[in-house]
């Protein structure tokens, strides 16, 4: 890994798709891996780097990842606010963290989202298909309006693998982008399985962004990339609308094979530039 990324003169990676929870919580969603539960659908392969948080900011930082995010989300009313108290700690502890947020649609969100944002919230998680909520709901317009004024990235889970619900694809999250023009988004796994009508919104919003993450990998549990639109993937790349994520340490194959997999699609080295580091660093003012 440090080879990859010193070949392309880079001072390292930057990898805004990780997970750092709660030890409970996280302990929680490895569980529910295991089991193959109705959101993820059966089959899912064992987690590869299911280790204590130690060991994992250690591994990532042994990689040469410089900058890192550590996306929690709330599956019910009640866990969001407690959840931002926690992440807030660990990016105090892990100045490597790009301190991170989330939110759910209940009565106080625009008030802990502005306190979260006051203290320094650097990107937000909004998971769709996990949370099962609507992001045009009345409590989140608000919040919404917030993070696009700040500037402040939200990552969303919006695509509607591994298994849809009502409130997934290009719709409900494309009408919170026609009411919020300004709002930087990050579309998480390439909004697969609708890749065509995300990478659309992207055409449309110039704000908007979207993460490589579990993308073009062995492991198509999301779906398939779409081959047509290769050529706008590496315009979006080279135009700094495309960002490393990899899901870890929730994914079944190695780190690197994220990597591979990207510089497997033979887009050069520019494009690998600016997708592992430089898009990132922009993005998130990093040095």
Same mark, same amino acid.
């Given at each position: ?13 930057? $990898? ?39 060991? =994992?900011? +250690? ?58 944002? $006051? ?55 494309? $009408? ?41 990998? =062995? ?36 780190? +690197? ?31």
């Amino acid at each position: 890994m440090p080879a990859f990324w010193r070949a392309l003169g880079l001072p390292g990676l930057v $990898d805004v798709h990780v997970h750092f929870m709660p030890p409970r919580l996280m302990s929680a969603v490895w569980e529910y891996f295991a089991e193959g539960g109705p959101l993820i659908g059966s089959g899912w392969p064992p987690i590869r780097y299911r280790r204590p948080e130690v060991e =994992r900011i +250690a591994f990532l930082r042994g990689l040469g990842v410089r900058a890192f995010s550590a996306l929690a989300y709330p599956h019910r009313p009640g866990m969001a606010e407690s959840l931002n108290e926690w992440t807030a700690g660990f990016a105090a502890r892990v100045p490597d963290c790009l301190r991170s947020g989330t939110f759910y649609p209940e009565p106080g969100a625009a008030e802990y989202v502005r306190r979260a944002l $006051d203290e320094g919230t650097r990107v937000f998680k909004v998971h769709l298909q996990v949370g099962g909520f609507d992001p045009r709901a009345e409590e989140l317009d608000a919040v919404w309006g917030m993070l696009a004024d700040a500037g402040t990235p939200a990552i969303v889970h919006a695509g509607s693998g591994p298994v849809a619900n009502e409130f997934t694809g290009p719709g409900p999250f494309g $009408d919170v982008l026609a009411r919020h023009p300004r709002l930087t988004a990050i579309i998480a796994h390439l909004g697969a399985p609708e890749f065509d009508e995300f990478f659309a919104l992207a055409d449309r919003y110039d704000r908007v962004h979207l993460d490589t993450t579990m993308a073009f990998t =062995r492991f198509a549990a999301l779906g398939t990339f779409p081959g047509a639109l290769t050529p706008r993937l590496r315009d979006l790349g080279l135009d700094g609308r495309i960002l490393l994520g990899t899901d870890f340490p929730n994914i079944p194959y190695p780190y +690197a094979h994220q990597l591979e997999a990207l510089a497997g699609l033979g887009l050069g080295d520019d494009w690998l530039r600016a997708v592992c580091w430089e898009a990132a660093a922009k993005l998130f003012d990093l040095h």
